[in-house]
Structures are given as C-alpha cells and as structure tokens.
C-alpha cells in the first residue's frame, strides 16, 4: 500500500470542496490521506471510528460528512462498512503497469459490497484512459468480467457524479433524515448535512 498520496493544490479551487465547511473539508482530506485507503479509493471504515479517529464528536462528523455524500465526493455503504472516493484514482497515477497489477492485491481489503464493484469499475474506466499496456495490465489482474453498463459509467478519470433527481432529493430528505437521526443518538435530522446521510440498512449513498 502506498505511503503517500497526490494531492493536487487545485482543490482549493473546486467549487464542491471550497463549498465544504471546515470539518467536510477536513473530513475529505483524511480519507484521501487515511493509511488504510487502497488504491482504488476504497477502504474499510465507519462514520464512528473515523470520527473517533479525528476526536471528533459524532454528530459533528456526521453532519459534515453528509456534506461530502451530498456533494457525491464521497459514497458509504452502511451495512458493509464500505467508503468510496469515486474521483480518487483521477489524481493517483500508476507510474507502469506493473503497479497497476500490484493494485489489485488491495482489492481484498474491500468489503465485498456494490461500492467494491464501482470501485474496480472505476479502475478499468483510469486503465482505459492510459496505454494499452494498463489496459492489458487490468484484464490479467481482474480477469473476470463486470457489466457493461458499471464499466462505462463508473469513468473514474472521465465521468463526473450526476446530481440526484427531485424525487431522490425529496426521499434523502425525509426517510433518510429520519434514519440518520436515529443512528447518531436522537438528532433532530434538520441540521444541515444530517438528511445527507445515507445510513440506513440497505441503502448505498
């Protein structure tokens, strides 16, 4: 696992991130930076360990990483323990495919979840924008096949989060709220970033 990660300094000028408050910000920053994250932007964690973590207390982490879900930056599959970076591997380069290929031994430290299946997606999509080398690298290191249809929308180098629809937004914002409050011990779902949590049993965000 690599002991250090790109970051590039044009971040403070993406309106998503400058749009976070502090702690989003902050929050964003260690997961790209956490030493557990693999390669493929996918890592085993929990909203309460993390949070734990940065002592921070849990509706405070809560509130602001329901920023980042909001804002797609960050998908987290509750049931699973599954956190995903979908535009991580957009500025973490393999330097051959070699590297590419040596990737694929920190897939099993994956939680086995559908965030896995895009995070491997997402992997195929940055080999595809290379050389035909990476390409040829991630079919001998994935040999099995993934739908068509995860395969050219999960572009981690090309594609971009689509916004959700009035009736996901509408959902997320009722159900979800409720969900979410419950988990964090009583809170009232109606402070900002909580109707952005996707924690209930069964839901991906």
């Not at 910000?25 to 929990?46: C, D, E, N, S």
Request: hydrophobic share 40%.
């Amino acid at each position: 696992m690599a002991h250090y990660r790109k970051i590039d300094v044009r971040i403070w000028n993406d309106a998503k991130f400058s749009g976070l408050s502090n702690s989003a910000k902050l929050i964003f920053l260690f997961l790209v930076t956490h030493p557990q994250m693999t390669a493929l932007g996918a890592m085993r964690a929990t909203p309460q360990g993390l949070a734990a973590e940065l002592q921070m207390e849990l509706e405070t982490f809560a509130e602001a990483f329901g920023e980042a879900l909001a804002q797609g930056m960050a998908k987290h599959d509750r049931n699973s323990c599954c956190i995903y970076l979908p535009n991580f591997l957009r500025y973490q380069s393999a330097e051959s495919p070699n590297v590419l290929r040596n990737w694929s031994k920190q897939v099993e430290y994956i939680p086995e979840c559908e965030l896995k299946t895009r995070a491997i997606a997402g992997l195929r999509g940055y080999a595809e924008g290379l050389s035909k080398g990476f390409l040829k690298a991630f079919k001998e290191a994935f040999p099995e096949d993934f739908p068509e249809s995860v395969n050219s929308k999960q572009r981690a180098v090309s594609s971009k989060p689509k916004p959700p629809s009035q009736g996901e937004r509408l959902h997320l914002g009722d159900t979800h709220a409720r969900g979410a409050a419950e988990e964090i011990g009583g809170h009232d779902g109606n402070a900002v970033g909580a109707e952005n949590l996707d924690w209930p049993a069964g839901r991906v965000s």
